[in-house]
Structures are given as structure tokens and as C-alpha cells.
């Protein structure tokens, strides 16, 4: 084939590619969004969008006011200074400022005139309800796991009252206290009438897995999660270890459920960041391969968020296939590490894997992580193709639509029906 033919070819290839990529509704895996049901713990709007997290670590780099002055600001003063210094006295070029630009653009704002007063007003007159739909519909997320935590003194009540769910919110059991602050949380077990202590005797056990089952099937959960520090080891003698192999395993085990981990997160590295101050550190994926190996029985759902962690925790993928690896977040959510990361996995385990996941806080940020996705998983698919067809093999419109299917979702949805 000619050079220019050969062009004309890619470029259609790219085109079909990007189209059934920018058409396909995502199940969203992880999110800390929430079903509106719980009013004001559904972040969305402006200033939700400015006081992310990730924006307040970056604009410390160039405010001068002291953290503790900072903190006791309301949000709207907080908004104000971290968009100041994030985008008007600099450029905002990382990729947690490019998104909320992206965001403001695909709800039709014009953010040109740097005017934060004007953008505050149109989300003003909006309504919640309508605001859901409107951010799945531009994000295309048709389905989302939230975070939910029953140990979040918040979200419990809202859960223990009940209310009549949106289908479009799916549950996830957090679980983080239970496992890392076990003597705190046995005594708030008790208080909730579980008959606990310190010591994780049998009896004590098999009411950790009795709080289990409840939250399990109150809240419906789709898979159990935790965020673990980059010491965590398994197996170890240490509570975290113990209550993993003798509560959460056989409980998942029970229920048919999978059970999530999020790996690296080095917690309270400058704790006067608050929620901004964790960090990232290796995490030992050894541990995780005696999960896989020593637990055939379970499923685990494994993401890392040390760049160094992705390669080896893909030939684990290829190893065992209790393990589904999934998403690219807070770190690792930045375009060339997505692009290398979704290359790798796709290299190394076909479409067996959730590349992405949104991780968003605040609503109206699912419209530019999967906007700034479905960019570079366009890019990653064509040039897989295009290979393929060098190859001698052409993939039909419908083959590359089950393709993307599965990385939006439905290879998760099979892995968590396997038994
Ligand atoms: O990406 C984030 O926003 C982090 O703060 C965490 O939410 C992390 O994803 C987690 O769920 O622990
Ligand atoms: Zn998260």
C-alpha cells in the first residue's frame, strides 16, 4: 500500500475508533460520589470542583498563607485564593486544573474571562437532580460505584433510616477502619451491639463477619474495599493481616464477592494538608500474590498508585486470574502515565482489565476524567489495530465496540459473575 493510502486508512481506522470509544457508557468502578439521596454529601458545583483535593496540594505550591490559616476559611475564600494562584496567576496546565476546564467547556461555560464570579452564578440556578444527569449523560457513565463507609457518622444514619435507591448508584463496603484502626473500631462495634473486644478470638471474629454481612446486605454491596499503606504484608500476625484472612475473605468467600485494594497510599505524609497530605510509596506486591495463590476462592480487585508498582502487577494478572487490575488515579491520573499504564496492561493482559476508573469527589468531575480518558484509550486502541491490521487481521466495527465494552466495564462485570 501506498504511504498516502496507507494514511487515508489510519485516519478512518482512528475516526471509527473514536467514535464507538466516545459512544460506549462506562460503568464507573470507583468514585466517592454518592446517590442524591444523600443531599449534601453529593459534591458537585464550582467551588466543590476548586477545593478538590488535589488542586489544594498544588496551589500550597504557591500560596504563601500559613495551613492552619487556611483551613478555617469558608469554601467559597478558599475557592477564591486556590483559583487565583492555580489560574490566573499562573497557567493552569497540570492535569487536575486542565480538568476542571474541560469540565466548565463540555457544560457550555466560557471560562476565557477568568471571571469566577460568573461561573458561580450559573451553577447557582442549578438543580441537583437535573445536574446528575446532565454530567452522566456528557460523561457517558451510565452506572457508579460509590464509597460507602458505615463507619462515616453521615452516610450511616442515611443508610440505617433507608431510602429508595437510584439505580445508577451501585454500593461499595469500605472498610479501612475495621482493618487498620481495629481497638478504635471494636469499640464502636460495640456500641452498634457486636459483641467485640480487643482480642481477635473466634467468637470475636464471627462478629466482625456478622457487621459484615449486615452492611453487605443493607447497602447491597458490589465488592468490599480497602486503601492500604505501602507496609502492608500478608500474611503477617498483625491485626490487619488476621482480620483480612479470617473475616473479609471468608465473608467475600460467602457472598461471592470480590474484595478491592488500593495499594501505595502513604497516608499523612504532611498532615497539615489534611486530605491533600498523602503520598505515595512502593507497595509489596509479594503480599499480593499470597492473596492470589494462598485464596483461589477469592477475587481481588487490585490497583497500585506507585508508577514503579504497574509492570509486576501485571505479570500477577497474567498469573492468576482471581486478579482483575483496574484504574489509574490520583498520581497515576496524569495523560502520559494513563497512556503508558493502558499500553502496558493492553500489551501484557489483552482486555481482561478496568483501565480506568474516575476516583471523582465532586460530580461534574466525571465529565472531564472520562472526556480526557476515552483521549487516550482512542489513541492506545487505533494504534493496537492498526498493528493488528499490519498483521494481516482487521477487526470488525462490531469486534472493536465488545473491545471497548469490556474495558468500560464489562470485563469487570464478568469478573465479579465468575465464580
Ligand atoms: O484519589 C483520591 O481522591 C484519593 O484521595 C483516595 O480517594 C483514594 O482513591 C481512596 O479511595 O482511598
Ligand atoms: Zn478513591
Redesign the pocket.
Known amino acids: 500500500m501506498s504511504g498516502a493510502a496507507s494514511e487515508t486508512k489510519r485516519a478512518a481506522l482512528a475516526r471509527r475508533v473514536e467514535k464507538i470509544v466516545a459512544n460506549t457508557p462506562v460503568f464507573d468502578i470507583?468514585t466517592?460520589l454518592y446517590d442524591p439521596a444523600f443531599k449534601e454529601l453529593l459534591l458537585w458545583g464550582i467551588e466543590e470542583l476548586l477545593v478538590y483535593?488535589?488542586l489544594v496540594a498544588e496551589a500550597f505550591r504557591y500560596l504563601d498563607v500559613p495551613y492552619e490559616q487556611f483551613w478555617p476559611l469558608s469554601r467559597t475564600r478558599q475557592a477564591e485564593l486556590i483559583w487565583n494562584a492555580l489560574f490566573v496567576q499562573h497557567s493552569p496546565v497540570s492535569e487536575a486544573c486542565r480538568g476542571v476546564l474541560t469540565t466548565l467547556n463540555l457544560l457550555e461555560l466560557d471560562a476565557r474571562k477568568r471571571d469566577l464570579p460568573a461561573l458561580r452564578r450559573w451553577f447557582a440556578k442549578q438543580n441537583v437532580e437535573k445536574h446528575v444527569t446532565r454530567c452522566l449523560e456528557l460523561a457517558k457513565v451510565e452506572r457508579i460505584c460509590m464509597?460507602n463507609s458505615p463507619f462515616d457518622d453521615l452516610e450511616r444514619p442515611v443508610w440505617e433510616k433507608g431510602f429508595r435507591r437510584d439505580e445508577r448508584f451501585v454500593a461499595a463496603l469500605?472498610v479501612?477502619p475495621l482493618l487498620l484502626a481495629w481497638n478504635d473500631t471494636a469499640r464502636r462495634l460495640v456500641e452498634w451491639g457486636y459483641e467485640v473486644g480487643a482480642a481477635l478470638s473466634a467468637p470475636v471474629i464471627s462478629e466482625a463477619r456478622r457487621f459484615l454481612s449486615d452492611w453487605t446486605k443493607r447497602i447491597q454491596a458490589k465488592y468490599l474495599?480497602v486503601?492500604l499503606p505501602p507496609d502492608f504484608r500478608f500474611p503477617d500476625v498483625n491485626g490487619c493481616a488476621q482480620l483480612i484472612e479470617k473475616a473479609v475473605l471468608p465473608h467475600c468467600r460467602e457472598f461471592g464477592l470480590p474484595f478491592a485494594l488500593?495499594l501505595g497510599?502513604k497516608r499523612a505524609v504532611n498532615p497539615a494538608l489534611r486530605?491533600a497530605g498523602?503520598g505515595v510509596g512502593l507497595a509489596d506486591l509479594q503480599s499480593v500474590q499470597n492473596l492470589c495463590a494462598g485464596f483461589p476462592e477469592n477475587k481481588f480487585l487490585v490497583t497500585a498508585l506507585p508508577r514503579e508498582n504497574q509492570h509486576e502487577l501485571c505479570v500477577l494478572a497474567r498469573k492468576f486470574r482471581n486478579l482483575h487490575v483496574f484504574g489509574c488515579?490520583?498520581f497515576t491520573?496524569v495523560p502520559h502515565v494513563v497512556e503508558e499504564m493502558t499500553r502496558m496492561r493492553l500489551e501484557l493482559i489483552g482486555l481482561s482489565v478496568t483501565p480506568q476508573h474516575s476516583?471523582a469527589?465532586v460530580l461534574d468531575q466525571l465529565v472531564y476524567k472520562w472526556a480526557h480518558f476515552r483521549e487516550i484509550l482512542s489513541r492506545v486502541l487505533t494504534d493496537k489495530y492498526a498493528a493488528l491490521s499490519r498483521a494481516g487481521w482487521e477487526p470488525t466495527t462490531a469486534e472493536i465496540q465488545r473491545d471497548v465494552k469490556d474495558l468500560f466495564g464489562g470485563a469487570f462485570e464478568g469478573f465479579c459473575q465468575a465464580r
Do not use: P
Open positions: 470507583h466517592h483535593h488535589y464509597t469500605r479501612d474495599m486503601s488500593m497510599v486530605l498523602d488515579w490520583w491520573n476516583d469527589r
